[in-house]
């Protein structure tokens, strides 16, 4: 599986972009699509992650301001990200994490990651 992130680039405080990851190949077991971003100097965080049935949760940082979404049938997932901030200034991350059972009951995990996407916030 292989994951493309689109939709970065510059854009003024308040202003509102919308990110792209989609999903070559199948996905398969549960699924969970999250959004990184990692500033300058700074550790990659978690910004919003959905899981399989639909529910979501955010950074503290971005809640009423970001959403994320998914579209299985395209398998693609996004992050609307309104009123922007110049410290949303990062590179944006997709990721998607999988979990499923072998026959034998084993339970296998791992996460794949996509390329990062440049998203900068200008004062």
């Known amino acids: 599986v292989q994951l493309q992130a689109s939709g970065g680039g510059l854009v003024q405080a308040g202003g509102s972009l919308r990110l792209s990851c989609a999903a070559s190949g199948k996905l398969v077991g549960i699924n969970t699509k999250e959004w990184y971003r990692q500033a300058p100097g700074k550790q990659r965080e978690l910004v919003a992650a959905i899981a399989s049935g639909g529910s979501t949760n955010y950074a503290d940082s971005v809640k009423g301001r970001f959403t994320i979404s998914s579209d299985n049938a395209k398998n693609t997932v996004y992050l609307q990200m309104n009123s922007l901030k110049p410290e949303d200034t990062a590179v944006y991350y997709c990721?998607?994490?999988?979990?499923?059972?072998?026959?034998?009951?084993?339970?296998?995990?791992?996460?794949?990651w996509g390329q990062g996407t440049q998203v900068t916030v200008s004062s």
């Open positions: 990721a998607t994490d999988y979990l499923y059972y072998t026959d034998y009951g084993n339970p296998v995990a791992g996460r794949y």
